[in-house]
């Protein structure tokens, strides 16, 4: 009995005493931008050419909500909200590479990690949003354009563009 007691011992003493190394890969560091991206600094405006030209006022980064049924976030999610004011000239012509607002990325230690999701249009309501649908010559527009993604810092990037945030 003894000699039973001893071997089981001894074999969860090497058992607690044996390493295995267990863990996660750490992620490729990411692609860099392409260099012809240019940094803008916020409350900066920007030619788009065609006529267009805007700027990005402000860059909240988990802004209090205040839509009436916000959307939870799911975990680790984070809000980047830019508010955005947009004019035209009196020769705009919407065309098909007009800018978009919804189209803003962001940039983060992993890449770009933009996620698509509901809680992000839902966070203001529909009338602080940019209203951009069917844009015309001499209009001035500006709002809320919100992205759900998991940094906290990095890059906004919009099309040839990018800001730091939280700026």
Not at 82 to 101: H, I, M, Q
Not at 103 to 115: K, Q, S
């Amino acid at each position: 009995m003894r000699t039973r007691l001893t071997i089981l011992a001894c074999s969860l003493l090497i058992a607690g005493c044996s390493s295995t190394v267990t863990g996660t890969a750490v992620p490729a560091p990411p692609r860099p931008l392409k260099p012809s991206i240019t940094t803008v600094a916020v409350g900066d405006w920007v030619d788009a050419g065609q006529a267009l030209r805007f700027v990005v006022e402000k860059i909240e980064v988990d802004p209090k909500c205040t839509a009436e049924k916000p959307l939870p976030l799911g975990r680790n999610r984070h809000l980047v909200v830019l508010t955005v004011a947009v004019e035209t000239g009196a020769r705009f012509v919407k065309r098909s590479d007009t800018p978009v607002w919804d189209a803003f990325l962001t940039y983060g230690p992993y890449g770009f990690d933009t996620l698509v999701s509901s809680a992000g249009p839902r966070c203001f309501p529909q009338e602080q949003s940019i209203y951009w649908s069917d844009p015309k010559p001499n209009g001035k527009y500006r709002g809320k354009v919100v992205v759900e993604t998991h940094s906290t810092e990095g890059l906004v990037v919009h099309k040839d563009w990018k800001w730091a945030y939280p700026s």
